[in-house]
């Protein structure tokens, strides 16, 4: 079946580096992912958003780009701090009954930030 | 904007007890309701969701059930708990524009 949010486990970084996080999905028709930072004990946070039209977009210290033609999308952190530590997870959603949209997660990842 | 709060925060039940998890909403009317449950390290499970009061729609079969009584107010519950049902259950709603927002979790422990 389709998936989405095919992440590897845990990455590691220096404090003050940048930080990228890969995300890739299997269903070609998706046009709309979003990001999340759970930190632990917490539910998740919504971080940033993309929609198929775009191939980047940028926040307060994050860009994530897509790619389309590979089904891949990359969550940057720039200047990577302390408390960006926390699961990150890369989700889509999808339209159910009525209006609900339900989101599809992967199991994240994991990123440790290192002193 | 909206707010979400779920209690209790944690919760530790013997097998075969009863559960009710409740979660309500404040900031936004007539939102869409979900209750995910999350197992340690992994990604989130839709368990159910929910469009209107009195409607339920549940994504995989279970011992969980779930309720709307009011439209800001959404309840996970079962008869008796299976030790598989612990977990990190999270209530979700959705705005407007569509955006989903989390409370903050119960920590379900099932002895």
């Known amino acids: 079946g389709e998936s989405v949010g095919l992440h590897l486990p845990t990455l590691s970084v220096q404090e003050g580096d940048n930080s990228i996080i890969n995300c890739a999905y299997s269903n070609s028709a998706s046009d709309y992912f979003i990001w999340y930072k759970q930190e632990s004990g917490k539910g998740p946070q919504f971080i940033i958003d993309?929609?198929?039209?775009?191939d980047k977009r940028q926040g307060q210290r994050v860009t994530v780009l897509l790619n389309k033609t590979v089904k891949h999308l990359s969550l940057q952190i720039a200047a990577t701090q302390p408390g960006d530590s926390a699961v990150y997870f890369c989700?889509?959603?999808?339209?159910?009954?009525?209006?609900?949209?339900?989101?599809?997660f992967g199991s994240g990842t994991q990123l440790t930030v290192l002193p | 904007s909206q707010t979400i709060h779920q209690w209790p925060a944690t919760l530790v039940q013997p097998v075969g007890s009863p559960l009710s998890l409740e979660c309500t909403v404040e900031g936004t009317s007539n939102p869409n309701l979900y209750w995910y449950r999350q197992a340690a390290g992994r990604g989130l499970q839709l368990l159910f969701y929910s469009v209107g009061i009195g409607q339920i729609s549940s994504e995989v079969p279970q011992n969980l059930s779930a309720s709307r009584p009011q439209d800001r107010q959404f309840i996970l519950s079962s008869k008796k708990l299976l030790l598989s049902d612990s977990g990190f259950y999270l209530c979700a709603c959705t705005d407007r524009v569509g955006e989903q927002f989390f409370g903050p979790g119960t920590r379900l422990t099932v002895l």
């Open positions: 993309i929609r198929s039209n775009m």
């Open positions: 989700a889509e959603p999808r339209v159910g009954s009525g209006s609900a949209r339900q989101l599809t």
